[in-house]
């Protein structure tokens, strides 16, 4: 009898060993993973829609599905911190409406697996966004509240100091803690520091950031006295190359007050839209080295179809500037991540959530424009050709994980079956005798 049941017990262990280990091996790409400090040709395995493994090299037959990536870089899935996504309610002229888009549509195509909407609900109507859309949507949807009890839907309630409540923002925000990752303020043309003090304010209760767009220049509040003294360590500044307030001073250089900024710990991030992204400020400021601390592309039904495009755009135009690829990457990956405390996101460390983008690199004579529709040439585009949310294959552009049609059964048809669609594998347990 001891034999018999040892005899089963090694049965067992063997068709269990007999299958594969991983549910997806990407093989041969470049891996870039700014956190790890990883940038070279390396295998990735996935498990369960984690990140199992990043190596030199896995062996294809631990794997239930293999993806060659070979001249690929492969990466973290992008993390756009500044879109609008308040789509469906039917306002006119809102972002909290109309001039928002549902964000499926446009994250996988070009690599983003994260975003943050940009202060388009305000804590009257989070929940109706949430609803609408942070729950439906396959992208990870993560929010800025605004400050604006009533969103960001025109100027008549964006003008409001009256709806500008702290206590009430901030108890929406820890009510949703880690879905709201910050508080917003923008567009306000007045003189008064009320939408900043209060969103700071509310940002300190919940102990998350502030991103700021600093509305109107006006000179009773200096954006030097913003990153100054006003922000906090931590808290954003965006549309930083936009050179609507002040960030370019007179003489055409640097605003000294942003190294300032930069020194107290404010962030600064790009927040391109369709109007916050100009080359002749850009340009200089790059040169003079005042790099932005993240990408973002303030993303909405304007700024997509005008100079900023989408999130692979704007990073290519930070290559024409002179950036390194690597660089670039840290800058829509990592750096995003713990700009709105989620460290958990923007990497390929064995246990991470398996969201990667595969990007092709391709060279020729490109145009990129500021919101201004002028031209800078660039020699270099970054294309995806392939997203993974969770270990699923999202997008897939000329389907680099799909078998040849002929391959496949004459009768062949969308089953789920994984090893020609993106799925993770379906894992048959071994049965006992």
Known sequence: MKLAAATVALAFTAAAQAQPQYDLLLQGGHVIDPKNKVSAVRDVAILNGRIAEVAARIDPAQAFKVVDVTGLYVTPGLIDIHVHVFAGSGERGSYAGDNSVYPDGFTFRAGVTTVADAGCAGWRNFEEFKDRVIDR???????FLNIVGHGMRGGKYEQDLSDMEAKPAAEMALRHKGLIVGIKTAHYGGPEWTPVEHAVEAGTIAGIPVMVDFGSNRQQRP???????KLRPGDIYTHVYSGLRGEQGESGFLNPALLEGRKRGVIFDVGHGGGSFVWRVAVPLVKEGFLPDSISTDLHTGSMNAGMKDMLNVMDKFLALGLSLDDVILRSTWNPAREIHHEELGHLSAG????????????????????????????????????????????????????????????YRATGDPRWEGGPARRPTPKRP
Do not use: I, Q
């Open 223 to 229: 954006v030097s006295e913003l990153v100054g003294n």
């Open 137 to 143: 949507a396959r992208t990870r949807v993560l929010a």
């Open 352 to 411: 991470a959530a398996a969201d990667l983008a595969v990007l092709r690199m391709e060279n020729g004579n490109f145009g990129f424009l500021d919101m201004h529709g002028a031209r800078l040439r660039g020699s270099r585009k970054l294309v995806c050709e392939m997203t993974l949310r969770d270990g699923k294959v999202v997008y897939d552009l000329n389907g680099l994980a799909r078998l040849d049609w002929d391959k496949l059964p004459p009768n």
